[in-house]
């Protein structure tokens, strides 16, 4: 059974920090890229960083230099650390796992609030 578990969302101040975690089982994690998503209300869902089996990450461009993606395939877990966090950081983050063999899995979410 896939699972993808979301965790460490919250409410924070602007400038502050937190550390999301993917908890996934059920699939061969390593070779999978993980990616964050975000939604906002009333926005599309985007991609906000990914990192391949190979560890090649990618970011979107504003998140550059405050979000720092990274995967441990021991724990089969990935984690999204997020400083200096904006108030349009606000969103539901999801994690995805997709395989080079066209499989995708996704978690169900975990709501980030940045707000004074």
């Known amino acids: 059974q896939v699972q993808l578990v979301e965790s460490g969302g919250g409410l924070v101040q602007p400038g502050g920090s937190l550390r999301l975690s993917c908890a996934t089982s059920g699939f061969r994690f390593s070779i999978y890229s993980i990616g964050w998503y975000r939604q906002a209300p009333g926005k599309e869902r985007e991609l906000v960083a990914r990192?391949?089996?190979?560890?090649?990450?990618n970011y979107l461009d504003s998140v550059k230099g405050r979000f720092t993606l990274s995967r441990d395939n021991a724990a089969n877990t990935a984690y999204l650390q997020m400083d200096s966090l904006k108030p349009e950081d606000t969103a539901v983050y999801y994690c995805s796992a997709d395989s080079p063999y066209g499989m995708e899995h996704w978690g169900k979410g975990t709501l980030v609030t940045v707000s004074s």
């Open positions: 990192i391949t089996a190979n560890s090649y990450l």
